[in-house]
């Protein structure tokens, strides 16, 4: 499996979780790679991306300042950390790879392999 998600749960709004992807079949490092969510009923939207470099994160308002975007290169390794969780934030999360770009994307078409989804649910 390209990419291995992990770290979904149950938590209470305003609480924390941290989803970790784990890669196989190529470096992170080399390529833009992204987080997307997918809440009931609604399409699958893109929460966050990083760069190659690690220079350029992108996050959509809905997200930005609660969620963090990471790699480890040593493990080869994408994290997602996500704090003040709402009951919003339900979905299923996905990670996808890779982007060959010095930046990211978060667009769906641009990525060929995707994780096969860890389920986030927030209590209210």
């Known amino acids: 499996v390209p990419l291995q998600a992990s770290g979904g749960g149950l938590v209470q709004t305003g609480g924390s979780l941290r989803l970790s992807c784990a890669a196989s079949?190529?470096?992170?490092?080399?390529?833009?790679v992204g987080w997307f969510r997918q809440a009931p009923g609604k399409e699958r939207e893109g929460v966050s991306c990083i760069s190659p470099s690690g220079v350029k994160a992108y996050y959509p308002e809905s997200v930005k300042g609660r969620f963090t975007i990471s790699r480890d290169n040593a493990t080869n390794t994408l994290y997602l950390e996500m704090n003040s969780l709402t009951p919003e934030d339900t979905g299923v999360y996905y990670c996808?790879?890779?982007?060959?770009?010095?930046?990211?994307?978060?667009?769906?078409?641009?990525?060929?392999?995707w994780g096969q989804g860890t389920l986030v649910t927030v209590s209210s």
């Open positions: 996808a790879a890779p982007y060959p770009s010095i930046s990211c994307s978060d667009r769906e078409r641009d990525y060929r392999y």
């Open positions: 079949r190529f470096t992170l490092a080399y390529y833009g």
